[in-house]
């Protein structure tokens, strides 16, 4: 099982950018599907980005189609989510998840037996 760790939140204001980190504490990240999620308060948690084992397939929500970008750097075991445009609705604790690339790939949250601890991003002015 995939040992995930987030970082690269925050508060920043609307309009604003950050870029996110998932970074595989035990094992490599080559081989998993990786997905982006967020909780917003009082809300259940969505998929907001993921991408295939290969790199070949990412999906994105429709909110954040065009503001959004996921990458994966196997080299640093590493996916990013870049989030540019950032608007108050973006708001939530990001979770990062992952899966053998031998499940199925679809961007949901069943697909994922892995996830981190979720890291806060709070867009305000």
């Known amino acids: 099982q995939l040992q995930l760790v987030e970082s690269g939140g925050g508060l920043v204001q609307p309009g604003g950018s950050l870029r996110l980190s998932c970074v595989a504490s035990?094992?490599?990240?080559?081989?998993?599907?990786i997905g982006w999620f967020r909780q917003a308060p009082g809300k259940e948690r969505e998929a907001v980005s993921c991408?295939?084992?290969?790199?070949?397939?990412?999906t994105y929500e429709d909110s954040v189609k065009g503001r959004f970008t996921i990458s994966r750097d196997n080299a640093k075991n590493t996916v990013y989510l870049q989030m540019s445009s950032l608007r108050p609705e973006d708001t939530g604790v990001y979770y990062c998840?992952?899966?053998?690339?031998?499940?199925?790939?679809?961007?949901?949250?069943?697909?994922?037996?892995?996830w981190g601890q979720g890291i806060p991003v709070t867009v305000s002015s």
């Open positions: 991408i295939s084992a290969s790199g070949r397939i990412t």
């Open positions: 998840a992952g899966e053998t690339e031998y499940t199925a790939y679809i961007c949901r949250s069943s697909t994922f037996g892995s």
């Open positions: 035990a094992f490599t990240l080559r081989n998993s599907h």
